[in-house]
């Protein structure tokens, strides 16, 4: 038997004294519209949030990365004085679309990087000529032992550093080794100021300081 003592509450939200209540409103029907606004909340912020986050995180999980070494000629095509232009594939499979030029002299004590403590340094520079502003392709100028990028005018010293420009950081270079007298080179990495080697980012990408936290590795482009 029920206690007549409990009185049931009244299922409208005037009734209850709720905030914003109107007449006729009730509280299962205030609970709907509440979480029916929150499900449209949640809709929302996933079809914005979830393809930045994509897009940031996608170039992790890629495995298109080009393998092996390739070989650009015996050690006499070089010196720790003058950039040799030598190309190379970057992208198999595409024909000439996939090859790039990079810059190749004999490494020098000034070329050591902080990443060589405790390891073998490398035995030769091998410079990218894709711009660390915006990628555009540059060129070395040996009168001046200047890299020139001709698109918005950035400036690069022998060692690829940025002396001018709007470029955020060194240019990218390539690992090499040595194999029966010829030189080859291997994966494209990316340095900062100081030539201290990371795997590979997108042009603008900073990579001094914290810089280096905030931006993906991006080993396919």
Known sequence: MADPSKK???PYTKDRG?????????????????GGALAAGGVATAAVGLPALGFALGPIFEKTVREGWQDVGPETDFNPKTYVPKVITIVADIGEAG?????VRKAT???????????????????????????CPVRYVQAAERFICPCHGGVYDSQG???GGPPVRPLDRFYTRVRNGRVQVGQRFSVNSHLQRFSPRDPSNH???????????????
């Open 109 to 135: 004590p000034a070329d050591r990087s902080p990443s060589d403590k405790g390891k073998q340094p490398l035995p030769y520079v091998a410079i990218s000529t894709r711009c660390a502003h915006l990628g």
């Open 18 to 34: 709720a905030l914003g209540a109107f007449e006729g409103e009730t509280i299962t029907r205030r609970r709907f519209v509440t």
């Open 8 to 10: 049931k509450r009244s």
């Open 99 to 103: 090859k790039t030029t990079i810059y």
């Open 207 to 221: 990579l001094d300081g914290l810089w280096q936290y905030l931006y993906p590795s991006r080993p396919t482009t």
């Open 161 to 163: 550093k940025v002396v």
